[in-house]
């Protein structure tokens, strides 16, 4: 069981990425997968969340209007595409898979797999 992250990098305020999290050993379609950050002395924080089994999604809102969360079932894959972004957006970025199946009340506690992070930077 994998999940491996990809599509970090360093990027100018205002421009936009696209994050890529590709599972192996597991179908991500039973899962709710999540998009957690971390900056430098800092908890995990919980930016974005998408439900295989009931297609809700979940945006924090200091992200809201900016980041898109997507899966793609036929590549086993989910992907965060991130607009307008800020200095405040740098952190490394994790995708988590939890097994409940449903984005409401997630936690960093609560996920199955994790993948090694991407780092984020946005800076000019």
């Known amino acids: 069981v994998q999940l491996q992250a990809s599509g970090g990098g360093l990027v100018q305020p205002g421009g936009s990425l696209r994050l890529s999290c590709a599972a192996s050993?597991?179908?991500?379609?039973?899962?709710?997968i999540n998009w957690f950050r971390q900056a430098p002395g800092e908890e995990h924080k919980r930016v974005s969340c998408?439900?295989?089994?009931?297609?809700?999604?979940y945006y924090a809102d200091s992200v809201k209007s900016r980041f898109t969360i997507s899966i793609d079932n036929a590549k086993n894959a989910v992907y965060l595409q991130m607009n307008s972004l800020k200095p405040e957006d740098t952190a490394v970025y994790y995708c988590?898979?939890?097994?409940?199946?449903?984005?409401?009340?997630?936690?960093?506690?609560?996920?199955?797999?994790w993948g090694k992070g991407t780092q984020v930077t946005v800076s000019s």
């Open positions: 988590a898979a939890d097994g409940i199946g449903t984005c409401g009340g997630g936690s960093a506690g609560r996920m199955d797999y």
């Open positions: 998408k439900s295989g089994p009931d297609s809700t999604t």
């Open positions: 050993g597991f179908t991500l379609g039973y899962y709710a």
